[in-house]
């Protein structure tokens, strides 16, 4: 499985950005799918998962960001409105090990290589 992620880019604060993320495999429908990110100097932490169950979304984009997906297109999105200076990192993309994981990175077993979004202040 290959995940390509891109979309990224640089914006200013308030703006919004589009990430998407095209995975290889005929069976994307049958796997969660979530977006991760990493700052610089910072651990790479969980943005938002769409799996069988629902879509869920860490604390500090809840409610500007949105994940979606296209099971027709083998592709996952990443709608992030009212962008800040602390979205700032590389976004990564991953396939769950299965329908149902969520927001723990042990949970994804491939991975894309990363799109960078800047925003400035």
């Known amino acids: 499985v290959q995940l390509q992620a891109f979309g990224g880019g640089l914006v200013q604060a308030g703006d919004s950005l589009r990430l998407s993320c095209t995975a290889s495999g005929r069976t994307f429908r049958n796997y969660a799918m979530g977006w991760f990110r990493q700052a610089p100097g910072k651990e790479r932490e969980f943005v938002a998962a769409?799996?069988?169950?629902?879509?869920f979304y860490a604390d500090p984009v809840q409610g500007r960001f949105t994940i979606s997906r296209d099971n027709t297109e083998n592709t996952v999105y990443l709608q992030m409105n009212s962008l800040k200076p602390e979205d700032t990192a590389l976004y990564y993309c991953?396939?769950?090990?299965?329908?149902?994981?969520?927001?723990?990175?042990?949970?994804?077993?491939?991975w894309g290589q990363g799109t960078e979004v800047t925003v400035s202040s």
């Open positions: 769409v799996n069988w169950s629902g879509k």
């Open positions: 991953a396939r769950g090990a299965s329908a149902y994981s969520t927001r723990y990175a042990r949970s994804y077993d491939y």
